[in-house]
């Protein structure tokens, strides 16, 4: 059973008991885009999902600045008496998990970052008219049948999905349309402005990864236009105790394309780290 509360400005959702991994999302996204891991891992773990600031149920028209996630994330980390956890990133939320861990290192035992980079580089095309008109043909008429055949065929691929996805799968079309949608409504204009500022300053945080020392796992698309593997790479190299994985065939939607996978490998790097997360 998943519960909800508010915990500060911060909406929450925790599943489970026992060690916290707290799971943070992307851009855009919410805590119920990472259903995909929460659901499992809360069978060993006590997952917390916030939405971040200006996101899903976490209200905020004012603008902000990055800066103030982290400010967020360490009050929750306060509130619920939390002394160590694990963090779970997905692309934002991976970067501003090794912001946490480089910010305070006596907190996070351990790092999972998926389709990130301590220095993100996108090599995704001039988005045209065409893009967006297929997209938005392509997420209505994929909420309205999630998954089905032809809007993958017809729509999908001429859309922005396709540098969301390689492998346009009826579960991860069924995916986007429970989660893909509602996150990208409920991303405030506050939210977009912050993380723009942030990228046009050229964020970088490749020079400081050797600080961060505790184990870490980096997970990547092989096809990720967003972030692209290559940087994701780069992160993992400068990381002293990471692990590498890259998935051939998938892009910055990965988990929604091969969740078994992905969580499995997961389940290995708990199995082999979990003593030292703890300690």
């Given at each position: 059973m998943v519960h909800t509360l508010p915990v500060g400005e911060l909406y929450l959702q925790q599943q489970g008991s026992g060690f916290p991994v707290l799971c943070l999302h992307g851009h855009p996204g919410s805590a119920s885009a990472m259903s995909v891991f929460t659901h499992h891992l809360s069978q060993r773990f006590w997952t917390?999902?916030?939405?971040?600031?200006?996101?899903?149920?976490?209200?905020?028209?004012?603008?902000?600045?990055?800066?103030?996630?982290l400010r967020d994330l360490t009050a929750l980390l306060d509130r619920l008496a939390i002394e160590r956890c694990v963090v779970l990133g997905w692309s934002l939320g991976g970067i501003l998990a090794l912001e946490l861990a480089w910010q305070c290192p006596e907190r996070i035992g351990g790092l999972i970052l998926v389709a990130t980079a301590a220095k993100p580089r996108s090599n995704h095309p001039p988005v045209t008219w065409q893009d967006l008109l297929y997209t938005g043909l392509a997420a209505a008429s994929n909420w309205l049948q999630p998954g089905k055949r032809?809007?993958?065929?017809?729509?999908?691929?001429?859309?922005?999905?396709?540098?969301?996805?390689?492998?346009?799968?009826?579960?991860?079309?069924?995916?986007?349309?429970?989660?893909?949608?509602?996150?990208?409504l409920q991303t405030s204009a506050a939210a977009r402005q912050a993380l723009?500022?942030?990228l046009h300053s050229g964020y970088d945080r490749l020079a400081d990864l050797s600080q961060i020392q505790c184990p870490a796992l980096v997970l990547a698309g092989e096809c990720d236009r967003h972030i692209t593997a290559a940087s994701s790479y780069e992160t993992a190299q400068k990381l002293p105790g990471s692990s590498w994985q890259c998935y051939p065939e998938t892009a910055h939607l990965f988990p929604w394309e091969?969740?078994?996978?992905?969580?499995?490998?997961?389940?290995?790097w708990f199995d082999v780290y979990q003593g030292e997360l703890v300690s």
């Open positions: 917390l999902a916030p939405d971040l600031r200006g996101y899903g149920r976490s209200r905020q028209d004012a603008s902000f600045s990055m800066s103030d996630h032809w809007h993958r065929e017809l729509l999908g691929k001429r859309s922005l999905y396709r540098y969301l996805l390689q492998q346009h799968t009826e579960l991860s079309y069924r995916y986007l349309a429970r989660w893909g949608i509602s996150a990208y723009s500022a942030a091969i969740p078994q996978q992905v969580l499995t490998d997961i389940d290995v």
